[in-house]
């Protein structure tokens, strides 16, 4: 993810825009519904032959006599196009209730050809960024000038948003959220670049470490945050989610390097991308490092200009936003295997066993195994900020600008 401070705010702005501009999303096969060929044969056989093998004995047909009406039923069946007989008869192109397949609910979002469309939770949300969620809520980054931001948020099921941090002269980017704390990256030059936290109830914000420069992309485990920093160049630091010393883990040396983009963690080690100012040199990686100070490594190199990145069971995914694919290694290395091409993805989340992202129009979903990827919500624009609990699918939709929407839907 990009890191942003006032100081070069708007060109910072005008790049993620450029970012979210991209070409719509193919229709997909499998989203498209096709009305049953065997359905429409059986009425029109028994109205015109009375004597109906298939349609009598399907006994929707009728006999001999009741011939006339199974082909008006045979006929109406056709007409509808998306009529489902095991759905009582529901439009599976327009039902919110049945939308694409029987017993697919909208969850008070529309239906339009088959797929479900969203419902907007939050609306009018400036420069919406850094979506993150626990049990019960969503907290994302609001800016409502180019010199400061704050946090809000909502509950999952809706209502009104509230400020969990008032607005303030700072640039806000990174957050993740631990043991009922909210923690966040106030990314401005050293002395003034912190990590903070506050409680997700509410309450005053405090600092966990200060005198950080450009803090940007923030993970948490059990014990610590980590957290991305350095401009130009990357590092990458730690501190006890309770607040101390920093430790520095690892750092760039040399290079026309950006700081790192996003970063993951689990108990072997710390993962992140990072990108040359110019991604078509392909010196972009996907780099590891233990959790304690060390050398850093390049699990996956020769990119173009690697951007999200996500941690499952054991196995390293990110995006390339240069070469439009989603992809994943071994977290100990090994064989790259390109999940999904011309996607122009940027964040990912993963619950079960299916990946979700969001491109220009839609947000995506397939099998964490590989497979065809699907569109399960449709009519966005520039989603992202992609997060997933057990029923639902929240994302950030940001038409322009200045007309964020914070999204919900079913999974």
């Known amino acids: 993810m990009l890191t942003f401070h006032r100081a070069s705010f708007a060109a910072a702005l ?49 006999t001999a006599g009741a011939a006339g009406q199974s082909g008006q039923a045979g006929s109406a ?23 694409g397949t029987c017993g697919h609910d909208c969850d008070g979002g529309a239906c339009k050809s088959g797929v479900c469309q969203g419902v907007v939770l939050v609306s009018g949300q400036r420069i919406a960024r850094s979506l993150v969620q626990d049990a019960t809520s969503l907290y994302w980054i609001v800016s409502p000038s180019s010199t400061d931001s704050g946090i809000m948020k909502v509950a999952k099921s809706g209502g009104t948003p509230e400020w969990l941090v008032p607005v303030q002269s700072q640039f806000l980017w990174g957050m993740a959220v631990a043991n009922g704390e909210l923690y966040y990256a106030a990314s401005e030059a050293k002395p003034d670049g912190a990590i903070m936290k506050v409680p997700v109830s509410g309450g005053t914000p405090v600092a966990v470490v200060t005198g950080r420069d450009y803090p940007a992309s923030v993970a948490v485990d059990s014990t610590a945050v980590y957290w991305s920093e350095g401009m130009p160049g990357w590092a990458l630091a730690t501190a006890p989610l309770a607040g101390g010393s920093a430790v520095l883990l690892a750092q760039s040396e040399g290079g026309d390097y950006r700081n790192a983009r996003a970063i993951a963690v689990d108990s072997s080690g710390l993962f992140w991308t990072v990108s040359k100012s110019d991604p078509s040199v392909k010196e972009a990686a996907v780099m590891k490092s233990g959790l304690q100070a060390g050398p850093a490594t390049s699990l996956v190199s020769g990119l173009l200009e690697p951007w999200g990145i996500l941690l499952n069971a054991s196995v390293v995914y990110w995006t390339d936003v240069s070469d439009n694919t989603v992809s994943k290694v071994p977290s100990s290395g090994g064989d790259v295997v390109v999940l999904a091409t011309g996607e122009n993805a940027t964040d990912l989340a993963i619950q079960g066993d299916s990946i979700y992202w969001g491109n220009s129009s839609a947000i995506r979903k397939m099998p964490v195994s590989g497979g065809t990827p699907v569109s399960i919500v449709a009519g966005q624009t520039n989603p992202g900020w992609v997060n997933v609990d057990d029923a639902s699918v929240y994302w950030i939709d940001n038409p322009t600008p200045e007309t964020g929407k914070i999204v919900r839907s079913p999974r």
């Open 14 to 62: 005008a790049a993620t825009s450029a970012l979210f501009v991209i070409n719509a999303c193919s229709s997909d096969s499998e989203n498209s519904w096709t009305p049953s060929a065997g359905g429409t044969a059986h009425g029109g056989a028994a109205g015109q032959a009375g004597t109906a093998g298939a349609a009598g004995q399907s006994g929707q047909a009728g």
């Open 77 to 99: 069946g056709a007409s509808t196009g998306g009529a489902s007989n095991e759905c009582g008869g529901a439009d599976l192109t327009s039902d919110p209730k049945n939308c």
